[in-house]
Each structure stands twice: as C-alpha cells, then as structure tokens.
C-alpha cells in the first residue's frame, strides 16, 4: 500500500525549461492538492482538482499547468522555470470535502531551478 | 494570504515540559487542523476540531477552539525528543476542501 507518492524527489533544471512533477496515490480519493513550502510563506496551494478532469486554481497558480485525466495522478508542470519556481513541492489528496475529511500528503519534491 | 498566523514561530523546550503553540485565523471555518512536519518529510496529520466544537483530545495532544476569537491552541503535554518538529495550524472553509495554513513553529524537545 503505497499511499502518496511523489516523483522526482529531487530535482535540478535550468531557467526556462519545462520540468513536470509527477504525484500518484492509490487511494482513489477524489481531491487532490499541489502546494509550494517556502520559508517565510509557509505551504501555498497551487491548484487543486476535486475529481478527474476538474481542477481549479489556488492562490500561487502563475507559471503551473496541471492535469488530472484519471484519478489517481495529478501532474504539475512548469511550462518555463523560473528561479522564483525553486521550491519544495507536496502533493496531497483527500477523501472528499466532508467535514471532517484531512488530506495526506506525499514526501515532496525540492526543485531548484538554475 | 495566510489565513493562520502562528505563536511562537520557534519554541524550545526540555524533554517532559508540555508545549503550547498559537493559531490565529481571519475568516469563518468550517474546520481547523493541526499537521506535524518533520524536517525533510512531508505533512502528517494530528488533529481536526469542527467550528461547534471547543475542545479535542487525542493521546497527548490537546486542541481548543474559540471562535470568538478566531484562534486555537495546540498543547502537547509530557513532550519527547521524537516530537520535534515544526507544527502548523490550517483551516477549512466552505465545501471545496482547500487548506489554508498558517507559517508554522518549530518546536525543539532537547533530550
């Protein structure tokens, strides 16, 4: 039972190329999340999908792509990296948006962009 | 904009003493949680308290709600060297799921 799982876990790329991070859990929860942890800022949500082929923007979604065409996988993608794009990255997923509903998160992914 | 600031942002504390730490919030909930972070690792739930709700327990954790006051207090008593970690605060409103958190604090039990 693998749970959340990210990958890469570590990455390193060069201004203005296209990196895609890859986020699958085995759960088949129907939300899942992309957040940016950076220090000062705490986690800021990217974008979130609330089931296959629906995702909406969060609070940082400039310079991300994401996509959800099946339930399990929510790839995040930077279309041209930025080095203000160097962060760690958690993906996460939640059952439903019931009330007492939390969301597990995966191990992350530290991208630094050159 | 974060929705929870937290205090302190940094605590210090020997193995035993109990920690406190502070969420404060700025608009109506449906939920606040607590994650713990370990250095390197990704999130990990503790603790989830509904807006009609004041106080939670669950082992030595410890959360109270005043929604009054927008704010919430995370105690975790008879602390241990494995509970370092930094700790943050994070609510829910509406029907959508999404989480706002707050920066965190970090929490150091010397052994």
């Known amino acids: 039972d693998a749970g959340i799982t990210q990958s890469p876990r570590y990455k390193i790329t060069e201004t203005g190329r296209q990196v895609t991070l890859m986020c699958h859990q085995t759960w088949s929860h129907s939300y899942m999340f992309w957040y940016r942890q950076d220090l000062g800022h705490g986690l800021r949500l990217i974008y979130y999908s609330a089931a296959a082929d629906i995702t909406d923007k969060g609070e940082v979604p400039d310079g991300y792509v994401v996509s959800r065409s099946k339930t399990e996988n929510f790839p995040l993608t930077l279309e041209s990296a930025t080095r203000s794009q160097t962060s760690v990255y958690f993906c996460?997923?939640?059952?439903?948006?019931?009330?007492?509903?939390?969301?597990?998160f995966g191990p992350g992914t530290r991208l630094t962009v050159l | 904009s974060q929705q929870g600031e937290e205090d302190p942002q940094a605590l210090s504390i020997q193995e035993g003493e109990n920690a406190t730490m502070n969420c404060s919030y700025k608009t109506s909930i449906n939920n606040l949680q607590w994650y713990r972070q370990n250095s390197g690792r990704g999130l990990v739930h503790l603790i989830l308290?509904?807006?009609?709700?004041r106080e939670k327990h669950s082992g030595r954790l410890r959360v109270t709600l005043d929604t009054s006051k927008k704010s919430s207090s995370l105690l975790i008593t008879a602390s241990r060297a494995a509970d370092t970690a930094s700790y943050f605060c994070?609510?829910?409103?509406?029907?959508?799921?999404?989480?706002?958190f707050g920066q965190g604090t970090t929490l150091q039990v010397k052994p």
């Open positions: 996460a997923s939640m059952r439903t948006s019931g009330l007492t509903d939390t969301q597990y």
């Open positions: 994070a609510t829910v409103g509406g029907n959508t799921g999404k989480l706002i």
């Open positions: 308290i509904r807006s009609n709700e």
